[in-house]
């Protein structure tokens, strides 16, 4: 039983601790891992080798401090080496930009292991969260070339959600609202624009911040599509720029273009506009898609011939929305760089945690990705998410006081 | 015999150190004071920049510092800490709080820290009859005649001008 010696205030789910067998073998584990000797690691952590030997053979406990260090030296958290049991293993879609970075991959997913034991905590703290959406009952992508696939799912999913032909407002919203997934734009390193990540029987798909509000839609249709057909597993990376794409990622690409831009729905707002930059533009603007992808789309549906397409792509969206819209056009799309957007569910039962006492502000901060602390706790307390300050009751505490006192 | 303890956060120690009056938590402590290891290593740490703390690690009346080593221990301290301190910051971040929640709970304790959000927790944890602060165990020695209600105000005065942060009170809380 977790937490014995007190009478609990808050629903903690018992969780079970590692033998100091256990404990001493996931270190070694760890330090395996990494290629590390046993000095290698004892040099790290300011131990002696023998102390390390002694420690993985659990003939030695590790205090606090150590366990700290040592797991700061070997890059794993110490809750995840002192829990019984395994973690469930993560499933994997990305959608890497244009150039490659090797490592992007894994530093994308400390955000989805942030939010990944953010949940676990509260769903500790606050009990299971309410049921999620059933998603919707969908068909098979069918047999056919990838393209054709990925409009067929696009069609189902606009027909199950009943979404007619027209834009897609609040799109994240929609997303967490109809399915069991949720969705984080923060920031994510430069050379991954999303990543769709399945655990226990949730998803969460992450969009990176840093890209205008036209391709964070994008990309999010786009890992909608892996997590809908179920190709997360294994990890898979989508390497734009290698022309040999493979199926899944022509099928994730053509359900984003169809999702977001459908064909009548594309046709009605072109419809009288003879130029070609102008129809991409039309519906760019009408769909809230990127001009590049508009022009695509065109020309998926025929509406653009491949060297006017190519051209648009080429000019990239600012000049042709300056010269065939406003400004403040390119402006909106832009302002969406460096939005942070939290899953809702989880700020939601963050805020309800930390409004009751059972987490600090810093797990919010970090959901939120806030660095100034001050500010976001004034703004909690503006919101009333703020918990109450402890309003100590003196004579509780003489009466606690008391009884320590009498000559012990 | 009770086990109960004032088990203590970093903050308090170094209030009352800066001024020079750990005496008075001596006294309203009267034998019945701890600490994990990792408040002490913390304050160990803040001496070369305030060598007054090193009177705190002489404090007799706080006992030999307490080390967590069982992972049950561990595992609930770690919990603790994780709800303080997130996931992204060092592994170090909030420890001496988890820990000394972890032993006021484990003592039938209480809990004593400046920190706005341990304290919060703590008394979720704890109920808020166990968790106190700097101020708390002020007023408490004025009530135990230790120290008068001016003398009190002057010694946490002292504190803010250090550049402390005991928790806002007026000369009210003192009388």
């Given at each position: 039983m977790?937490?014995?010696?007190?009478?609990?205030?808050?629903p903690?789910?018992?969780?079970?601790?590692?033998t100091?067998?256990e404990?001493g073998q996931?270190?070694?584990?760890a330090?395996?891992?990494?290629?590390?000797?046993?000095?290698?690691?004892?040099?790290?952590?300011?131990?002696?080798?023998?102390a390390?030997?002694?420690?993985?053979?659990?003939?030695r406990?590790?205090?606090?401090?150590?366990?700290?260090e040592?797991?700061e030296?070997?890059?794993?958290s110490?809750?995840d080496?002192?829990?019984a049991?395994?973690?469930p293993?993560l499933?994997?879609a990305?959608?890497?930009?244009h150039f490659?970075?090797?490592?992007?991959v894994?530093?994308?997913?400390r955000?989805a292991?942030?939010l990944?034991?953010?949940?676990?905590?509260l769903?500790?703290?606050?009990?299971a969260?309410p049921?999620?959406?059933?998603?919707?009952r969908?068909g098979?992508p069918g047999?056919?070339?990838?393209?054709?696939?990925?409009?067929?799912?696009?069609?189902?999913?606009?027909?199950?959600?009943?979404?007619?032909?027209?834009?897609?407002?609040?799109?994240?919203?929609l997303?967490?609202?109809r399915?069991?997934l949720?969705?984080?734009?923060?920031?994510?390193?430069?050379a991954?624009?999303g990543?769709?990540?399945?655990?226990?029987?949730?998803?969460?798909i992450?969009?990176?911040?840093?890209k205008?509000?036209?391709?964070q839609r994008?990309?999010?249709?786009?890992?909608?599509?892996?997590?809908?057909?179920?190709?997360?597993?294994p990890?898979?990376?989508d390497e734009?720029?290698?022309?040999a794409?493979?199926l899944?990622?022509?099928?994730?690409?053509?359900?984003?273009?169809?999702?977001?831009?459908?064909?009548?729905?594309?046709?009605?707002?072109i419809?009288?506009?003879?130029d070609?930059?102008?129809r991409?533009?039309r519906?760019a603007?009408?769909?809230?898609?990127?001009v590049?992808a508009?022009?695509?789309?065109?020309?998926?549906l025929?509406?653009?011939?491949?060297?006017?397409?190519?051209?648009?792509?080429?000019a990239?969206?600012?000049?042709?929305l300056?010269?065939?819209a406003?400004?403040?056009d390119?402006?909106?799309?832009?302002?969406?760089?460096g939005r942070?957007?939290?899953?809702?569910?989880?700020?939601?039962?963050?805020?309800l945690?930390?409004?009751?006492?059972?987490?600090?502000?810093e797990?919010?901060?970090?959901?939120?990705?806030?660095?100034?602390?001050?500010?976001?706790?004034?703004?909690?307390?503006d919101?009333?998410?703020?918990p109450d300050d402890?309003?100590l009751?003196?004579?509780?505490?003489?009466?606690?006081?008391?009884?320590?006192?009498?000559?012990? | 015999?009770?086990?109960?303890?004032?088990?203590?956060?970093?903050?308090p120690?170094?209030?009352?150190?800066?001024?020079?009056?750990?005496d008075?938590?001596?006294?309203?402590?009267a034998?019945?004071?701890?600490?994990?290891l990792?408040?002490?290593?913390?304050?160990r740490?803040g001496?070369r920049?305030?060598?007054?703390?090193a009177?705190?690690?002489?404090a007799?009346?706080?006992?030999?510092?307490?080390?967590?080593?069982?992972?049950?221990?561990l595992?609930?301290?770690?919990?603790?800490?994780v709800?303080?301190?997130?996931?992204?910051l060092s592994?170090?971040?909030?420890?001496g709080e988890?820990?000394?929640?972890?032993?006021?709970?484990?003592?039938?304790?209480v809990?004593?820290?400046?920190?706005?959000?341990?304290r919060?927790l703590?008394?979720?944890?704890?109920g808020?009859?166990r968790?106190?602060?700097?101020?708390?165990l002020?007023?408490?020695?004025?009530?135990l005649?230790?120290?008068g209600?001016?003398?009190a105000?002057?010694?946490y005065?002292?504190?803010?001008a250090a550049?402390?942060?005991?928790?806002?009170?007026?000369?009210?809380?003192?009388?």
């Open positions: 977790l937490f014995p010696h007190t009478t609990r205030r808050s903690v789910v018992p969780m079970r601790a590692v100091q067998q404990l996931r270190i070694a584990d330090r395996r891992a990494r290629r590390w000797t046993q000095g290698e690691l004892a040099e790290r952590v300011g131990l002696d080798q023998t390390v030997s002694r420690i993985e053979t659990g003939a406990t590790v205090g606090s401090l150590e366990l700290a040592l797991a030296a070997l890059e794993v110490v809750l080496l002192l829990r049991g395994q973690r293993m499933a994997i990305a959608r890497l930009g490659r970075d090797p490592g992007a894994d530093r994308a997913l955000r292991g942030t990944i034991g953010l949940d676990e905590l769903e500790s703290l606050l009990g969260a049921p999620s959406p059933a998603s919707p969908l098979k047999r056919g070339p990838a393209v054709e696939q990925g409009r067929r799912l696009a069609g189902q999913v606009r027909e199950a959600l009943g979404l007619g032909d027209g834009p897609l407002a609040r799109f994240p919203e997303l967490e609202e399915f069991p949720d969705v984080d734009v923060s920031p994510l390193p430069e991954v624009d990543l769709c990540v399945s655990v226990g029987g949730r998803a969460l992450l969009v990176g911040s840093g205008p509000s036209s391709r994008f990309t999010l249709a786009h890992e909608l599509a892996h997590y809908l057909v179920d190709d997360l597993d990890l898979y990376v734009r720029g290698v022309r794409r493979s899944a990622e022509m099928r994730a690409n053509a359900f984003a273009a169809h999702l977001l831009m459908p064909e009548p729905g594309v046709r009605a707002a419809d009288g506009v003879g070609d930059a102008e991409a533009v519906v603007l009408a769909f809230g898609a990127s590049s508009a022009a695509y789309q065109l020309g998926n025929g509406l653009l011939a491949e060297p006017a397409r190519d051209r648009l792509i080429e990239g969206s600012k000049p042709l300056l010269r065939y406003l400004p403040s390119w402006q909106q799309d832009e302002s969406g760089r942070i957007r939290p899953p809702a569910r989880l700020y939601g039962r963050a805020t945690a930390f409004r009751r006492g059972l987490i600090g502000l797990p919010i901060a970090e959901l939120l990705q806030r660095p100034d602390r001050d500010q976001l706790r004034q703004e909690l307390e919101a009333g998410l703020a402890v309003g009751d003196a004579a509780a505490l003489d009466e606690v006081l008391e009884e320590m006192a009498p000559g012990e | 015999m009770s086990c109960r303890r004032l088990v203590f956060d970093t903050g120690l170094n209030s009352f150190a800066v001024v020079g009056r750990l008075l938590l001596d006294a309203v402590c034998g019945h004071a701890t600490w994990p990792s408040v002490q290593r913390e304050l740490a001496i920049a305030q060598p007054i703390l009177e705190v690690l002489e007799r009346f706080l006992g030999p510092a307490e080390v967590l080593e069982h992972p049950t221990d595992l609930e301290a770690e919990l603790l800490r709800r303080l301190a997130g996931s992204s592994q170090r971040h909030n420890r988890a820990e000394a929640i972890f032993l006021a709970r484990s003592r039938r304790g809990f004593v820290s400046e920190d706005r959000d341990a919060v703590a008394a979720a944890e704890l808020s009859g968790v106190a602060g700097t101020t708390d002020l007023a408490r020695a004025v009530r005649g230790l120290v209600p001016e003398d105000w002057a010694v005065q002292a504190m803010l550049g402390r942060r005991p928790g806002r009170v007026s000369r009210d809380w003192f009388a």
